[in-house]
């Protein structure tokens, strides 16, 4: 992969992208498993909107599902926060061995809990193969309880950080127009798909200003990972910047449930609806939890 050439082309005026499906997922098994879906929010660079979409896209599923929110951020999670919710403990006691999964789950709304991080632990940032295989453990132990398991994942393209990923049946990455995010986001996927040749994962243009602008940032990546990595990168659409998102973060709840009519929540429930007709139709799987202890070996 040569590096400069990628960077060009994150550069260039592309075509519009259009929405493109995935192919199923190869995760899934014909026998008998886990129903439980499981979806990573991940980007590559900080703060593109991961914890903010994760908030809405968990309010919206959990309408009619039992969702778990994985906060993946270790140490340094706020997904707490945009939930609204002030959990004693954390997987950071759990990695610690001062509490068990069950310790952990934070109630948030009805049929939404959340596994929290922990906020302000720097030591755990960067966890030793075991310490993630205990995460893994803790998430297997509870993932039968939900009907989908949504990971928060930190910023950064750690070994941890890939692994949720990887072990997730699909990944969403979030990147903003800044050329800075998408060759974030074209780092995380090629370090994912160096991992898990199998994953199939999709993208979300977050913060643009126009469907215009949206449309040419996703091509810029999708032509990128089409000539470097020989891949296809489904787009699933755009999300505008919109003040909404910061009132409702000071506000501590997801966009869609405090500022339902805004910009951003008519636009996130739109990419729910494509998320969902794309990864519908699936078996069961073996689990997220054991998938990622399986992982965590590697890191
Ligand atoms: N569509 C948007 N419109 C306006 N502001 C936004 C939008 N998306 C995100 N933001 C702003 O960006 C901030 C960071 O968002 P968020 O915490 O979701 O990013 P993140 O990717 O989870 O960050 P980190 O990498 O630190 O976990 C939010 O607090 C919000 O103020
Ligand atoms: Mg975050």
Redesign the pocket.
């Given at each position: 992969m040569n590096w400069d050439q990628a960077r060009r082309i994150l550069h260039w005026d592309g075509r519009r992208a259009d929405a493109a499906p995935a192919g199923p997922s190869r995760r899934r098994l014909a026998g008998p498993g886990l129903a439980t879906r499981s979806l990573c929010i991940a980007?590559g660079k900080?703060?593109?909107?991961?914890?903010?979409?994760t908030a809405s896209l968990a309010s919206l599923f959990a309408a009619t599902r039992r969702v778990l929110v994985v906060d993946a951020?270790l140490g340094v999670g706020?997904a707490h926060i945009l939930q609204d919710v002030a959990p004693e403990r954390s997987l950071v006691d759990l990695v610690e061995g001062r509490a068990s999964a069950r310790d952990l789950v934070a109630i948030c709304a009805q049929n939404l809990d959340l596994l929290p991080a922990g906020s302000g632990v720097s030591h755990v940032a960067a966890l030793e193969p075991w310490e993630l295989a205990r995460v893994a453990g803790a998430i297997g132990e509870l993932e039968r309880d939900y009907d989908w398991v949504l990971v928060?994942a930190?910023?950064g393209i750690s070994a941890q950080t890939v692994a949720l990923a990887a072990a997730s049946e699909r990944t969403l990455l979030?990147t903003t127009p800044d050329v800075t995010a998408l060759t974030d986001a074209y780092a995380f996927l090629k370090v994912l798909v160096q991992r898990d040749a199998g994953s199939a994962p999709c993208f979300v243009v977050?913060?643009a200003t126009s469907a215009g602008e949206a449309a040419e940032v996703a091509e810029r990546l999708r032509g990128a990972v089409r000539k470097f990595l020989g891949r296809d990168l489904p787009c699933l659409g755009w999300?505008?910047?919109?003040?909404a998102?910061?009132r409702c973060?000071n506000a501590r709840a997801p966009v869609v449930r405090h500022e339902p009519d805004s910009e951003?929540a008519v636009a996130l429930r739109e990419l729910a609806r494509r998320f969902e007709r794309e990864a519908a139709g699936c078996g069961p799987t073996i689990g997220l939890g054991q998938r990622l202890a399986r992982l965590a070996g590697d890191t």
């Open positions: 980007s900080g703060g593109t909107g991961k914890s903010v979409v951020d706020n928060d930190g910023a979030v977050n913060r999300l505008p910047d919109d003040r998102v910061t973060v951003f």
